[in-house]
C-alpha cells in the first residue's frame, strides 16, 4: 500500500511537472500570439457569449456583452471556436473584445485583471467590454503546477543524503559521527537501525 501510494505520488508530480511546462510555453506564446476562444449559449432565454484568451501573459475568462449579437459571425450556439490574433498587430478592425481583453491584461500589474460590470474609461472598446472579466497570470499557473515536483525533488534529495550519510557511520538525520555510538545519536537523539534488520 505504501508503495502504491508512493507510485501515486510521483506520477502527480510528473504530471504536474509536464502541465507546469505547458504553463511556461503558454506564457512565452501569449506575449506573441493572443489565442481567443469563444462560445454562445443561451441561458435563461438569453443569448450569451463566452470567452477564453490568453495574451499578455495571462490567461483571461470573459463573459457576456453587449456586442454578442453583432458578432457571432456565424457562429452556432453551443460550438466553440478558436481565432489567434498577433498581439502587435491589434487594431479598430479587430474582434473589440479581443482587443479590450488585451488592453485591461496589459495595464494591470503582474498580470492579475478583474472588471465586473459596465466601466467607461472614455476609449472606443469600453462599451464592448464584458459584464465579467477574469485575468490570471501563468506564472502564478506555472508556480503553482510546481509546487509538488519540487517537493518530490527535495524528498528525493534528503533521502540520497541520509543514504550516504549512514554509508558513511554518521547520523541520517543531523550527519553527526556515529563511531562511538552506533545505536542512538547523541547529538539529536535518533536511532539508527541495526544492520540486517527491515524497518
Given amino acids: 500500500m505504501r508503495r502504491l501510494g508512493r507510485t501515486l505520488l510521483n506520477t502527480a508530480a510528473a504530471l504536474s511537472f509536464l502541465l507546469g511546462v505547458a504553463a511556461a510555453a503558454l506564457w512565452v506564446r501569449s506575449h506573441?500570439?493572443?489565442?481567443?476562444?469563444?462560445?454562445?449559449?443561451?441561458?435563461?432565454?438569453?443569448?450569451?457569449?463566452r470567452r477564453v484568451l490568453?495574451?499578455?501573459?495571462?490567461?483571461?475568462?470573459?463573459?457576456?456583452?453587449?456586442?454578442?449579437?453583432?458578432?457571432?459571425?456565424?457562429?452556432r450556439v453551443g460550438e466553440w471556436r478558436h481565432r489567434q490574433y498577433r498581439t502587435g498587430g491589434l487594431s479598430d478592425g479587430d474582434t473589440p473584445?479581443?482587443?479590450?481583453?488585451?488592453?485591461a491584461t496589459r495595464?494591470?500589474?503582474?498580470?492579475?485583471?478583474?472588471?465586473?460590470?459596465?466601466?467607461?474609461?472614455?476609449?472606443?472598446y469600453a462599451t464592448f467590454m464584458p459584464n465579467?472579466?477574469?485575468?490570471?497570470?501563468?506564472?502564478?499557473?506555472?508556480?503553482?503546477?510546481?509546487?509538488?515536483?519540487?517537493?518530490?525533488?527535495?524528498?528525493?534529495?534528503?533521502?540520497?543524503?541520509?543514504?550516504?550519510?549512514?554509508?558513511?557511520?554518521?547520523?541520517?538525520?543531523?550527519?553527526?559521527?556515529l563511531r562511538a555510538s552506533p545505536d542512538r545519536c547523541p547529538e539529536c537523539g535518533t536511532f539508527r537501525p541495526v544492520a540486517g534488520t527491515s524497518g
Fill in 32 to 49: 506573441f500570439v493572443i489565442d481567443d476562444f469563444q462560445r454562445f449559449g443561451v441561458i435563461e432565454g438569453r443569448l450569451r457569449e
Fill in 54 to 75: 490568453s495574451c499578455v501573459g495571462a490567461v483571461a475568462w470573459a463573459q457576456d456583452g453587449p456586442y454578442v449579437s453583432s458578432f457571432r459571425e456565424g457562429l
Fill in 97 to 103: 473584445a479581443v482587443f479590450f481583453v488585451h488592453q
Fill in 107 to 124: 495595464s494591470q500589474k503582474a498580470g492579475f485583471v478583474l472588471h465586473l460590470g459596465s466601466q467607461d474609461d472614455g476609449t472606443w
Fill in 132 to 177: 465579467a472579466l477574469v485575468g490570471l497570470p501563468y506564472w502564478t499557473i506555472a508556480l503553482a503546477f510546481a509546487a509538488l515536483p519540487a517537493a518530490q525533488v527535495r524528498r528525493l534529495l534528503r533521502a540520497l543524503r541520509a543514504r550516504r550519510r549512514r554509508a558513511e557511520g554518521r547520523c541520517p538525520a543531523c550527519g553527526y559521527d
